[in-house]
């Protein structure tokens, strides 16, 4: 039987960088980033998706609902840890997800092939985490099973889910993948110009 894979979008972030909320700047089709990531995941035909929100929530809260995604709010978004996010929105997955594709949103050329493959990668064999490899460089988004989800859950305010991730490293699948988007996210004016430039918008 299949297992069920949820992905959590991760869009609570204060963007401090970039200096406006990243997830609401402009992609393709006049959409934001955040509503080209969730149609990228709609695509991939994932069991369940979920957002979870911080800055901004109400707007990314809206974009969600359109498109019949529900969210979860981390009250702790301005500590600008991604462990926060990541603990709500694991928090909040219903019990049939047997694994949690923990996905960035601010990485808007992911593409519905690699999710594709990450899942099958899951399905087909016994490790409890997958993830994309580009150039021997671990990427984003990564899949992680429920049974490694309470040692997320037990780590101090001060840590990240990678440290979970690699102390179980004989438990990584890594899918190579021929696309550096898997690497890319935009953090600040610099790298959207990039981020845009390489998607040819």
């Not at 069920?4 to 700047?25: D, E, F, T």
């Not at 601010?106 to 519905?112: G, K, T």
């Not at 150039?135 to 309470?150: C, M, S, T």
């Not at 840590?159 to 988007?181: E, F, M, Q």
């Amino acid at each position: 039987m299949q297992r069920s894979v949820g992905a959590l979008v991760l869009a609570a972030g204060m963007s401090r960088r970039m200096g406006q909320p990243k997830v609401l700047m402009p992609w393709a089709n006049g959409k934001p980033i955040i509503e080209h990531i969730l149609d990228q995941l709609i695509l991939a035909r994932l069991d369940y998706i979920s957002v979870v929100t911080g800055h901004r929530a109400p707007e990314v809260t809206a974009i969600a609902s359109k498109l019949d995604i529900p969210t979860v709010f981390n009250a702790d978004f301005a500590t600008g840890e991604m462990l926060s996010s990541v603990k709500a929105g694991l928090r909040a997955m219903p019990e049939h997800v047997a694994a949690a594709l923990i996905v960035l949103g601010d990485q808007p050329r992911i593409q519905p092939r690699v999710i594709t493959q990450v899942l099958s990668t899951y399905a087909e064999g016994a490790n409890e985490i997958v993830a994309p490899s580009f150039n021997q460089r671990r990427g984003h988004p990564i899949l992680i099973d429920r049974r490694l989800w309470n040692e997320i859950l037990a780590l101090p305010p001060d840590g990240a889910p990678r440290d979970v991730i690699n102390a179980h490293a004989d438990r990584i699948a890594y899918v190579n993948v021929d696309t550096d988007s898997v690497l890319s996210d935009v953090d600040t004016p610099q790298e959207y110009a990039q981020e845009r430039s390489r998607a040819g918008l």
